[in-house]
């Protein structure tokens, strides 16, 4: 005996159509991811435009010289925002692209953020860094910028956390009995270079607009993940730099792009700008990295997309923050020398070994990645 059962044999006649249907609003639809790829590289040199006819980076106010070297900044291009991933088919397709990264938005943007307010971060990251550039540029310069240095506490665990208070202005640091005024967050660093850790230093303030001496205990610099101590000591002390007075004025002509990884090559273009002749001969050098009042760089994101941007631009040589090594490993351009830095200084030695093409003595990002094992593998 045949049981019919018609609607379920129309049902299953559907359900090739239904799930059609479905797979297109997937694909239509917002995903929760964004998508990186390789961004545009801007030659922020002393007299190179950009595309609204600018110069990208711009100094008055003091004596400044034309280079012949060209000296990149790299982007990342992102599709997607705070509050609206891409389509579900761009970040399907993304996943077998070589060239395309995809990151959960959680990963990337805190929770509730918006696309207008992270918008509004990216400039300001991109504002701060181009502050801080000037500062490290014109010192590397040689040019005198002061500055306040403003205690804003300490870490609980620091020996120093009771002895200082919010807003003590930093004024010298007294060890051994040599007394250094201190005029800058560069100058501060360079004294407790020189200071071991676990010493006693002397430290004068303002507190309130009155002068008192602090007794401090220094302390040791944390290892980094590969292996590198930075040298001397620190004062585990949380230090805002503030009334910063500049010998120049600088001008940026960089619209639509945020964030602060900029920093590094900002600085090295206000350097090449104000020092005669040219800080990498008539070589093309791209990099990335944010930058410090005191010269340090930092870790930055999508640096192998940067890498690619670059080379499209014809650089043949990168400068990558050290902590982001790990992450060119594999995605060098052919023909790209990937050096690793850490300052300003390390900076400005590469480009002086690219200038005169002597570059066997510098650290490679795999120089880096290399030690990063040996020291995981000794710890």
Known sequence: MKIQLPALTSLNKRIPTV???????????????????????FD??????????????????????????????TTVSSFGTASVGVPGSLAALSMFS????????????PPDTTAEAAK???MAEMTESQDTAAIAGMQAAGLPVTMKLVIKGAPDESPNSTVVED?????????????????SFKALQAILGTISPAATIHVDVLRHSEPLTLTLTTQKNPTDPTGYT?????????????DVTYPAHV?????????????????LAIDDALTPGSLAGKNVVAGTGTIQADGEIGVI???????????????????????????????EPNGMRIFAVRTIDDSLRALAAIKAGKTEGLTTCRDVVHQAQEYAHRR
């Open 44 to 73: 922020v040199s002393a007299g190179a435009s950009g595309a609204n006819g600018k110069n990208l980076v711009t100094i008055t106010g003091t004596t400044t010289y034309p280079t012949q070297s060209t000296l990149l900044m």
């Open 98 to 109: 070589p060239d395309r990264q995809l990151y959960p938005i959680s990963l990337i943007y």
């Open 120 to 122: 509004r971060q990216d």
């Open 167 to 183: 807003g003590d202005v930093i004024q010298a640091v007294e060890y051994r009995g040599v007394r250094h005024q201190i005029t």
């Open 301 to 331: 994101g999508g640096i192998a997309h940067k890498m690619k941007g670059a080379a499209e631009r014809g650089a043949h040589y990168f400068l990558a923050p050290a902590l982001n090594c790990a992450e060119t490993i594999g995605y």
């Open 19 to 41: 799930f059609f249907i479905l797979m297109l609003i997937c694909l239509v639809m917002p995903s929760g991811y964004i998508v990186q790829t390789t961004g545009e590289a």
């Open 251 to 267: 001008t940026y002509a960089v619209e639509n792009i945020g964030g602060p990884s900029a920093g590094q090559m900002f600085s």
């Open 230 to 242: 930075k040298p001397g000591s620190r004062l585990g002390l949380f230090v805002a730099v503030d």
